[in-house]
Protein backbone atom coordinates (compact mmCIF):
# COMPACT_ATOMS: atom_id res chain seq x y z
CA UNK A 1 0.00 0.00 0.00
CA UNK A 2 0.97 3.70 -0.83
CA UNK A 3 1.41 6.58 1.70
CA UNK A 4 -0.21 8.61 -0.74
CA UNK A 5 -3.77 6.31 0.07
CA UNK A 6 -5.67 8.28 2.33
CA UNK A 7 -6.53 5.53 4.52
CA UNK A 8 -3.31 4.70 5.38
CA UNK A 9 -2.91 6.88 8.51
CA UNK A 10 -5.78 5.06 10.20
CA UNK A 11 -4.28 1.97 9.45
CA UNK A 12 -0.66 3.10 10.85
CA UNK A 13 -2.86 4.08 13.96
CA UNK A 14 -4.75 0.63 14.28
CA UNK A 15 -1.21 -1.18 13.71
CA UNK A 16 0.54 1.49 16.36
CA UNK A 17 -2.15 0.80 18.81
CA UNK A 18 -1.87 -3.16 18.11
CA UNK A 19 1.55 -3.30 18.69
CA UNK A 20 1.32 -1.54 22.00
CA UNK A 21 -1.27 -3.70 23.15
CA UNK A 22 0.78 -7.26 21.85
CA UNK A 23 3.88 -5.32 24.07
CA UNK A 24 1.42 -4.76 27.31
CA UNK A 25 0.67 -8.44 26.74
CA UNK A 26 3.98 -10.17 26.15
CA UNK A 27 6.74 -7.35 27.04
CA UNK A 28 8.46 -7.71 23.70
CA UNK A 29 9.93 -4.18 24.03
CA UNK A 30 10.48 -4.25 19.77
CA UNK A 31 6.38 -3.90 19.85
CA UNK A 32 6.25 -0.58 21.39
CA UNK A 33 9.48 0.46 19.48
CA UNK A 34 7.36 -0.31 16.42
CA UNK A 35 4.31 1.20 17.38
CA UNK A 36 5.52 4.68 18.13
CA UNK A 37 7.26 4.85 14.64
CA UNK A 38 4.22 3.90 13.27
CA UNK A 39 2.72 6.34 15.40
CA UNK A 40 4.65 8.88 14.10
CA UNK A 41 4.70 7.94 10.77
CA UNK A 42 0.57 8.47 10.81
CA UNK A 43 1.58 11.54 12.12
CA UNK A 44 3.92 12.48 8.98
CA UNK A 45 1.07 11.56 6.96
CA UNK A 46 -1.16 14.34 7.71
CA UNK A 47 -1.36 18.08 7.97
CA UNK A 48 -2.67 20.27 11.54
CA UNK A 49 -6.23 20.39 9.65
CA UNK A 50 -6.72 16.62 9.41
CA UNK A 51 -9.89 15.59 11.52
CA UNK A 52 -8.03 12.49 12.94
CA UNK A 53 -4.73 14.51 13.78
CA UNK A 54 -5.89 14.60 17.18
CA UNK A 55 -6.10 10.81 17.35
CA UNK A 56 -2.97 10.22 16.01
CA UNK A 57 -1.19 12.75 18.86
CA UNK A 58 -3.14 10.76 21.41
CA UNK A 59 -1.88 7.39 19.81
CA UNK A 60 2.00 8.69 19.84
CA UNK A 61 1.75 10.37 23.39
CA UNK A 62 -0.03 7.05 24.50
CA UNK A 63 2.60 5.22 23.34
CA UNK A 64 5.55 7.59 24.34
CA UNK A 65 4.63 7.52 28.20
CA UNK A 66 4.53 3.57 27.77
CA UNK A 67 8.08 3.69 27.04
CA UNK A 68 9.02 6.59 29.91
CA UNK A 69 6.76 3.90 32.28
CA UNK A 70 9.42 1.32 31.40
CA UNK A 71 12.42 3.00 30.55
CA UNK A 72 11.84 6.14 32.86
CA UNK A 73 13.11 8.73 30.17
CA UNK A 74 11.80 11.93 31.01
CA UNK A 75 11.73 13.21 27.29
CA UNK A 76 9.13 10.24 26.36
CA UNK A 77 7.06 11.54 29.22
CA UNK A 78 7.54 14.99 28.06
CA UNK A 79 6.78 14.19 24.32
CA UNK A 80 3.72 12.40 25.58
CA UNK A 81 2.05 15.15 27.31
CA UNK A 82 3.15 17.86 24.67
CA UNK A 83 1.29 15.28 21.93
CA UNK A 84 -1.57 15.19 24.49
CA UNK A 85 -1.79 18.59 24.79
CA UNK A 86 -1.79 19.28 21.15
CA UNK A 87 -4.48 16.80 20.90
CA UNK A 88 -6.95 18.68 23.11
CA UNK A 89 -5.95 21.71 21.78
CA UNK A 90 -6.64 20.74 18.20
CA UNK A 91 -10.42 19.13 19.55
CA UNK A 92 -13.42 21.62 19.79
CA UNK A 93 -15.20 21.40 22.76
CA UNK A 94 -18.11 19.42 22.12
CA UNK A 95 -16.45 16.98 20.53
CA UNK A 96 -17.50 13.48 21.95
CA UNK A 97 -13.61 12.63 21.75
CA UNK A 98 -12.33 15.91 24.07
CA UNK A 99 -12.77 14.27 27.16
CA UNK A 100 -10.89 10.77 26.15
CA UNK A 101 -7.86 13.26 25.34
CA UNK A 102 -8.04 15.74 28.31
CA UNK A 103 -7.96 12.25 30.29
CA UNK A 104 -5.10 11.36 28.89
CA UNK A 105 -3.15 14.66 29.61
CA UNK A 106 -4.29 14.34 32.96
CA UNK A 107 -2.73 10.99 33.04
CA UNK A 108 0.63 12.01 31.69
CA UNK A 109 0.82 14.71 34.31
CA UNK A 110 -0.36 13.30 36.77
CA UNK A 111 2.79 10.81 36.03
CA UNK A 112 4.64 13.81 36.05
CA UNK A 113 3.98 15.05 39.11
CA UNK A 114 4.54 11.66 40.95
CA UNK A 115 8.00 11.06 38.96
CA UNK A 116 9.15 14.98 40.24
Request: net charge negative; hydrophobic share 30%.
Amino acid sequence: MDDRDPSMPDLLLSLGSSQKRRFEHLDQFSDLENAISNHQKALELVDDRHPNRPLYLSGLGDSLGTRFRRLGKYPDLENAISNQQNAVELTDNGHPDKPIYLSGLGDWLGTRFEHG
